[in-house]
C-alpha cells in the first residue's frame, strides 16, 4: 500500500503538471478470515472492519486496523498516528507532517 502511494505520488505531479489534476485514494488494511461468494463477491466481519479502516482514511492516508498492526510487529513499519479504537495510520508525502510524522506506535 506505501510503495502504491509513493507510485501515485509521481503520477500525480506529472498530472497535476500537465492537466492540473490530482489523484487521491485511501486505504483500510485488515486481516481476517472472509467468506466467498458464487460470482467472486467476498464477506464477512473482515470486510466489514476494513471498509470501516479505510472510511477513516484521509486522501493519501494507509489506515491499519490493531489487528494488522500486531501481525506486523518488529517488521520496521512506523505509524506516524492512532486514531479512535487504536486505529493507526501511515502518512505517505504531505500527508506525513499531517499525520504527525515521527511519533511511533
Known amino acids: 500500500a506505501l510503495a502504491m502511494l509513493t507510485a501515485l505520488e509521481r503520477v500525480n505531479s506529472s498530472l497535476d503538471d500537465e492537466h492540473g489534476v490530482r489523484l487521491q ?14 460470482g467472486g463477491d467476498i464477506s464477512g466481519m473482515a470486510v466489514h472492519i ?5 472510511s477513516q482514511a484521509g486522501d ?13 510487529a518488529g517488521s520496521g513499519i512506523v505509524y506516524t498516528g492512532t486514531g479512535p479504537g487504536g486505529v493507526c495510520w501511515i502518512g505517505v508525502g504531505e ?10 506506535h
Open 50 to 54: 476494513g471498509a470501516r479502516v479505510m
Open 25 to 38: 485514494i485511501r486505504v483500510g488494511v485488515h486481516t481476517g478470515e472472509v467468506g466467498l461468494r458464487p
Open 95 to 104: 500527508q506525513q507532517a499531517r499525520a504527525g510524522a515521527g511519533e511511533q
Open 60 to 72: 493519501g492516508e494507509v489506515w491499519v486496523s490493531s489487528t494488522a498492526r500486531d501481525l506486523v
